[in-house]
């Protein structure tokens, strides 16, 4: 009768320059696999999206990661962008936050410079 049967698979060995190691537990490599594709999206508008040539940018979550982080990763990458965050409004899956908020997977980071015109 079919059902549920354990399965008697051996534990996967991979080759290594110092010997052979086992493979770390299923829930260890979910993690890792988790954790290695989680990410973060930044939505950038008016002269913010001028300086960087596209109107979004994805980059890596990891644990403990600040809209400040992020908005330092953007200023490393795009220097010429520094002078625009001095009176950005910031907003995290549609609200606003401050640059403390802690993110978590998959989040929406959009960074609002002011608006002008006449």
């Keep these: 009768m079919g059902g549920w049967g354990r399965s008697e698979a051996k534990p996967q060995i991979v080759e290594h320059s110092g010997g052979s190691l ?3 537990p299923a ?3 979910l993690f ?3 954790n290695n594709t989680s990410t973060i999206t930044i939505r ?4 913010l999206r001028e300086i960087v040539g596209q ?3 994805t980059i890596p979550w990891h644990e403990n990661l600040t809209v400040a982080e992020v908005k ?3 200023q490393q990458t795009y220097p010429e962008i520094e002078p625009q965050f001095k009176a950005i409004m910031m907003a995290r899956n549609g609200s606003y936050c401050k640059q403390t908020q802690l993110l978590q997977p998959d989040d ?3 960074f609002i410079p ?3 015109g006449g």
């Design 22 to 24: 086992r493979s770390p």
């Design 27 to 29: 829930t260890q490599r």
């Design 32 to 34: 890792i696999i988790m």
């Design 44 to 47: 950038l508008f008016a002269v």
């Design 55 to 57: 109107d979004q940018v």
């Design 72 to 74: 330092q990763t953007l």
């Design 108 to 110: 929406e980071i959009a």
């Design 114 to 116: 002011p608006v002008s």
